[in-house]
């Protein structure tokens, strides 16, 4: 089956600073989803990744996907109280036939004004 | 245009009682699937949906159940309620079922057992 590992669990930063989340994936992953989630709350998509090398950029969010599609990462510049949550990066395996997303376990951000 | 809809929001429930939870996808989706987040295991998935069809099913006991009816709505059911089933229960609607289409997220149901 499966695992995405993200790296760190935590972060604290202060408001300003940029930071990286990064999600390891144990096999090649067909398709790749940020989400953000408020405590308690339900998950808000941020971007999808299908292809190899491929980068997006939403406002100070930028997300990259490795050539092997097997490593992704989340980069927010200049980071405000706002981006603070937790990020989960979700494996898409619907070009498998399996239509579930697997998640990691998590990057819980917190942003000091 | 109107998001996906879960209800009821909070619940709590006793050991041994059974639960229906239900979620309305956004209009035009034709696939639910539903997943359970814990602190411990984090974001698990239970099972996926598509025209009243169960596609997938994770890893869970037979106590966990779901359906879809034809108007895409979906509900899930656990019985027998154990302690360990407190969770927020979160569904996500799709137009197919990822790829392109992505999946949305509703605010999920935290189910509290006690």
């Known amino acids: 089956s499966q695992e995405l590992e993200q790296s760190p669990q935590s972060l604290i930063v202060q408001e300003g600073k940029n930071l990286t989340i990064n999600c390891t994936s144990s096999?090649?992953?067909?398709?790749l989803y940020w989400y953000k989630q408020k405590y308690g709350e339900g998950l808000i998509f941020l971007m999808m990744?299908?292809?190899?090398?491929e980068e997006k950029s939403h406002e100070k969010i930028t997300a990259k996907l490795d050539e092997k599609k097997q490593q992704s990462s989340l980069h927010i510049t200049a980071s405000q109280p706002s981006h603070a949550g937790i990020y989960l990066c979700?494996?898409?395996?619907?070009?498998?036939?399996?239509?579930?997303?697997?998640f990691g376990k998590g990057t819980k951000l917190s942003v000091i004004p | 245009k109107a998001g996906v809809t879960q209800t009821p929001r909070y619940l709590i429930k006793t050991r041994g009682q059974q639960v229906t939870l239900s979620c309305s996808p956004i209009s035009g989706h034709r696939s639910v699937s539903w997943y359970q987040q814990t602190p411990g295991q984090g974001l698990q998935f239970l099972f996926e949906?598509?025209?009243?069809?169960?596609?997938n099913k994770g890893n869970f006991p037979g106590r966990f159940s779901g359906r879809q009816f034809s108007n895409s709505r979906s509900e899930m059911n656990v019985s027998t309620l154990e302690l360990g089933d407190s969770a927020l229960y979160l569904c996500?609607?799709?137009?197919?079922?990822?790829?392109?289409?992505?999946?949305?997220f509703g605010s999920g149901t935290r189910l509290t057992v006690v």
């Open positions: 949906y598509f025209s009243e069809t169960q596609r």
């Open positions: 996500a609607s799709s137009l197919v079922a990822g790829g392109n289409y992505g999946y949305t």
């Open positions: 979700g494996a898409d395996n619907s070009g498998a036939g399996s239509y579930q997303l697997t």
């Open positions: 990744l299908q292809k190899g090398g």
């Open positions: 096999k090649t992953l067909y398709g």
